[in-house]
């Protein structure tokens, strides 16, 4: 059975940075695409950024293009999410998510998913 473990997430001021980590267990990761979600209250759950098995491609939604990063360590089966200048539009639950061969912005194309982390950027 495949694990996914966020943590990371907190309260931080506007302009401040967070770094996001999803642990796996169960699967091989290093064969796993990887992405990042969010879901804001009273919203549907988007898009963040995603990364290949190797790390040599990735893609990121364009509300956090050049603010947020992925990347990951197979060695220990983790991907990390650094998102630097925080927006309070950026709280929201942070969700780790598999996929066996997808890449790309669709959720429901993923296979695995985390419980959530949460995110509090205040103004």
């Known amino acids: 059975q495949v694990q996914l473990v966020e943590s990371g997430?907190?309260?931080v001021q506007a302009g401040g940075s967070l770094r996001l980590s999803c642990a796996t267990s169960g699967g091989a990761f290093s064969t796993y695409v990887m992405g990042w979600f969010r879901q804001a209250p009273?919203?549907?759950r988007e898009f963040v950024a995603a990364i290949t098995w190797n790390g040599r491609n990735t893609r990121y939604a364009d509300s956090v293009k050049d603010r947020f990063t992925i990347s990951r360590d197979n060695a220990k089966n983790t991907?990390?999410?650094?998102?630097n200048s925080l927006k309070p539009e950026d709280t929201a639950v942070y969700y780790c998510a598999a996929?066996?061969?997808y890449i790309g912005g669709i959720d429901y194309q993923?296979?695995?998913?985390?419980q959530g982390t949460q995110v509090t950027v205040s103004s």
């Open 79 to 83: 991907v990390y999410l650094q998102m």
């Open 42 to 44: 009273g919203k549907e």
């Open 99 to 101: 996929s066996r061969g």
């Open 9 to 11: 997430g907190g309260l």
């Open 110 to 114: 993923y296979d695995y998913w985390g």
